[in-house]
């Protein structure tokens, strides 16, 4: 899933065919465009100077959530997919996405990743704890991330590690960035299980 003002095009171009063969890969693209025709998406507002506040519209994180699970269901009965190989994960704010499903929907997914993102500041995780233990994490960050903070990754590992998630947790020394590196860290850690 893409980051804020992330689109289709970059993503279908530069990096569906980086992943494995293995998978069906599929790119969501996020539902809100910033402003008409300017081909930038988002999958929640903010405030500039708060980039890490997801209350400012809780309504279009809920209703992104929402509109990822509806495509879930139909990526399973299109693609004839077992629903428990599904993994989802995002760049920036598409990992604040795939924490916020992970969250409160860990039985629609098998694993999840983050990679440089934050916790959504509002989320309703499951009362019964072992819903989370089948679930997989990797948490990826950017050491010299200038957008969203590394300390952020370390909130997300320790987050899902109290619910019982199996986390693999990374640091890359890059910016702000979706690098290959990252995509081949990705394709290691689907393969591991």
Not at 11 to 29: A, C, E, G, P
Request: net charge negative.
């Amino acid at each position: 899933m893409n980051g804020h003002m992330g689109n289709l095009d970059y993503f279908k171009y530069h990096m569906i065919n980086q992943f494995s063969d293995n998978y069906v890969t599929v790119i969501l693209q996020a539902p809100y465009e910033l402003s008409i025709f300017s081909n930038k998406w988002t999958w929640f507002d903010f405030y500039f100077s708060f980039f890490a506040d997801t209350t400012f519209n809780e309504e279009h994180i809920n209703k992104s959530c929402d509109e990822i699970l509806f495509s879930i269901d139909k990526i399973i009965e299109k693609e004839n997919i077992n629903p428990k190989k599904m993994y989802v994960g995002g760049n920036s704010q598409g990992g604040v996405m795939a924490c916020k499903l992970a969250l409160e929907h860990p039985d629609a997914i098998d694993g999840f990743i983050a990679h440089n993102a934050f916790l959504p500041i509002i989320y309703q995780p499951m009362t019964d704890k072992s819903s989370y233990s089948p679930l997989r994490g990797l948490i990826i960050n950017d050491k010299y991330d200038k957008r969203i903070k590394p300390i952020n990754s370390k909130q997300i590992t320790n987050t899902f590690i109290k619910l019982g998630v199996d986390i693999k947790s990374t640091e890359l020394e890059m910016g702000h960035d979706f690098p290959k590196l990252s995509r081949d860290l990705i394709n290691e850690w689907m393969a591991s299980k």
